[in-house]
């Protein structure tokens, strides 16, 4: 007697294709992907065709930070800890007490302020070397950040009573008028020499 071959049943497998696109589809909604949120900064506009000349800046106005390769800060020259940067940042951003050595104020007429001097002609000017480290130039830009985030906490708490974030649109705009955040950042050259 000759046994018969079996046939061994086929898996149906079109459900399983509906399985693993239903999970790929519960994997890409449930999981959290981290975003780069990056640096919030407003680019200058372009430079007009027939602007030949370069704008100065009066002395007083221009605050320049400079990191070299090893990660030193230098502001107007002088090395200073980044501990210490957000503090200078936010005494020449403000200028509380209208110091002939630090940025010009002029009075403006700003909504719901009144008649007040802000200091509108200040400029940060950012430098760093080609081989500073990333990290460093992340803490300085942080540092720098901080100081016109604590200024504008620091009137919004005063005149409305909460923080900034916490502001309308029209309050924000009034608030950023008198603290507008002016940070040029220049090309890496090499200022630090060789790591």
Do not use: C, W
């Amino acid at each position: 007697m000759a046994r018969k071959k079996r046939k061994v049943p086929a898996m149906n497998a079109t459900s399983s294709a509906d399985i693993a696109f239903m999970l790929l589809i519960f994997f890409l909604i449930t999981t959290s992907m981290d975003t780069d949120k990056g640096l919030a900064r407003r680019l200058p506009p372009p430079v007009p065709k027939d602007q030949k000349e370069q704008v100065d800046i009066n002395k007083r106005n221009l605050l320049t930070v400079m990191i070299n390769s090893f990660g030193q800060v230098l502001a107007n020259g002088e090395e200073i800890p980044l501990a210490q940067l957000k503090d200078k940042a936010k005494e020449f951003i403000d200028n509380p007490y209208n110091d002939v050595h630090l940025p010009e104020k002029t009075e403006e007429d700003v909504p719901y302020f009144g008649r007040v001097m802000i200091n509108n002609k200040h400029v940060i000017s950012l430098q760093n070397d080609r081989m500073t480290n990333y990290q460093a130039y992340i803490s300085v830009q942080n540092e720098l950040a901080k100081a016109y985030n604590e200024l504008r906490n620091d009137l919004s708490k005063k005149k409305f009573g909460k923080v900034f974030d916490e502001l309308d649109e029209d309050q924000q705009k009034a608030v950023i008028k008198i603290y507008p955040q002016k940070i040029s950042e220049a090309e890496p050259r090499n200022y630090g020499g060789k790591k």
